[in-house]
C-alpha cells in the first residue's frame, strides 16, 4: 500500500513539472479570456484574476544583473533628458529662442549618449539590440536640428559639471553686442510712445529710434558676412522680426534726407550735362569737308553738269579730235 502511494506521489510530480516546462505565456491568460467572454461574476474577481496573471508572466522574465540596471538606469535618465529638450524645443519654437533656452538639456542629453556610447556593455544592449535603433534615432535628430539652427554660432564655450550636472555656457562677444543692441531697439521702440501699427506714418518715432535700427542691422551684416551667411538662429530670428517690425507694422522707410541728397545728384548730372553740350555748340569751331579730286579728271572742269555743258564738252571733244584726223589723212597722202 504504502509502495502504491509512493508511485502516484512520484507520477503526479513528474506530470506537473512537465507541465511547467510546457508553459507558455498565451496559457496564463486562457482561462481569464474563457471568463471575460462568458462575463461570469464580478467585473473586480475578474480584474484581480487578471492582474495576478499578469504579474506571473513579470515573474517569469529574466531578472536584471548588475550590468543591465546601470544600463537600464542610463536609459532612463536619457529619456528624462530628451523629453526635456523636446518640450523646450516646442515651447520656444516662436519667438524661436532654441539656441539660448535649450542649451542645457542639449548638453545633458548629448553627454549621456556619448556616455552610452563609451561602455560597450550598455550600447550593445541599448543601441543594437533592435533593428528600429531608438535611442540612435533621437540623438541623430536632435544633433541634426541643433545644427541646423548654428546654434554652436551663439556660444564661445559650452561645459557640464561630472559631479552636479550643472551646466554653464557664454556667450560670444558678438552675439552679447547683438543681444545688447536688439535689447536697446526694444526699449525705444517701447518707450516711444505715439506708434500706431495701423497708422503707416509714424515719422517722429521712426527718426527717433533710426540710429539704433541702423547699428543693430550693420552689426548683423557684418556678423554674417564673417560668417559666410552662417549666423546663430536666435539672431536670424531677432533680426528678421525687427525688419519686418520696422518696415510693414511701423511703416519706417528711409529718412528724408537721402531722397533729398540723390535728387540733389540727379540734377547736378543732368545740368553738366547740358553746360557739356552747349558749350561744345557754340565754342567749337565747324570744319568743312574738303573734296579732293583725282588725277585722270585734271583736264575736265564740268564733270556732272548737264545741258549746255554737256554740249561744251561735245565740241571739246570733237575738236581734240580733229588734229589726229588730219594727221591720218596727211599720212595716206604721203603714202600714195
Known amino acids: 500500500m504504502y509502495i502504491g502511494l509512493i508511485i502516484l506521489a512520484a507520477f503526479v510530480s513528474v506530470s506537473s513539472a512537465d507541465r511547467v516546462r510546457e508553459f507558455r505565456p498565451a496559457d496564463a491568460l486562457e482561462p481569464i479570456e474563457r471568463l471575460r467572454e462568458q462575463r461570469v461574476g464580478d467585473d473586480s474577481l475578474l480584474n484581480s484574476l487578471l492582474s495576478s496573471s499578469l504579474n506571473d508572466l513579470i515573474g517569469l522574465r529574466e531578472p536584471f544583473t548588475n550590468t543591465t540596471d546601470s544600463c537600464k538606469a542610463i536609459l532612463v535618465h536619457y529619456a528624462d533628458q530628451a523629453s526635456n529638450f523636446t518640450k523646450c524645443l516646442l515651447s520656444h519654437a516662436r519667438p524661436f529662442r532654441l539656441c539660448e533656452k535649450c542649451i542645457e538639456h542639449y548638453t545633458r542629453a548629448t553627454n549621456l549618449y556619448n556616455d552610452l556610447l563609451s561602455d560597450s556593455k550598455c550600447s550593445s544592449v541599448l543601441l543594437l539590440a533592435d533593428r528600429m535603433q531608438v535611442m540612435s534615432s533621437t540623438y541623430k535628430s536632435f544633433v541634426s536640428l541643433w545644427e ?28 552679447m553686442e547683438f543681444q545688447l543692441k536688439h ?26 529710434c533710426r540710429d539704433i535700427y541702423r547699428q543693430l542691422n550693420r552689426q548683423f551684416e557684418n556678423m554674417r558676412s564673417k560668417s559666410h551667411g552662417h549666423v546663430c538662429m536666435d539672431l536670424v530670428d531677432m533680426m528678421n522680426y525687427t525688419r519686418l517690425m520696422w518696415s510693414t507694422k511701423f511703416g519706417c522707410r528711409r529718412p528724408a534726407a537721402d531722397t533729398k541728397l540723390v535728387i540733389m545728384m540727379t540734377v547736378l548730372v543732368c545740368f553738366f550735362t547740358a553746360v557739356l553740350y552747349l558749350g561744345s555748340r557754340f565754342n567749337a569751331k565747324i570744319r568743312m569737308p574738303q573734296i579732293f579730286k583725282g588725277k585722270r579728271m585734271v583736264g575736265v572742269t564740268h564733270y556732272g553738269a548737264t545741258g549746255q555743258s554737256r554740249a561744251g564738252l561735245t565740241d571739246s571733244s570733237s575738236r581734240a579730235a580733229t588734229p589726229l584726223s588730219e594727221t591720218f589723212s596727211s599720212s595716206n597722202n604721203i603714202s600714195t
Open 148 to 175: 541646423g539652427a548654428d546654434c554652436g554660432k551663439c556660444f564661445d564655450n559650452v561645459e557640464e559639471n561630472a559631479t552636479t550636472g550643472v551646466v554653464t555656457f557664454s556667450f560670444t562677444a558678438e552675439t
Open 183 to 208: 535689447k536697446n531697439m526694444s526699449a525705444c521702440v517701447n518707450d516711444t510712445s505715439g506708434w500706431d501699427l495701423l497708422d503707416q506714418d509714424n515719422a517722429t518715432q521712426c527718426t527717433e
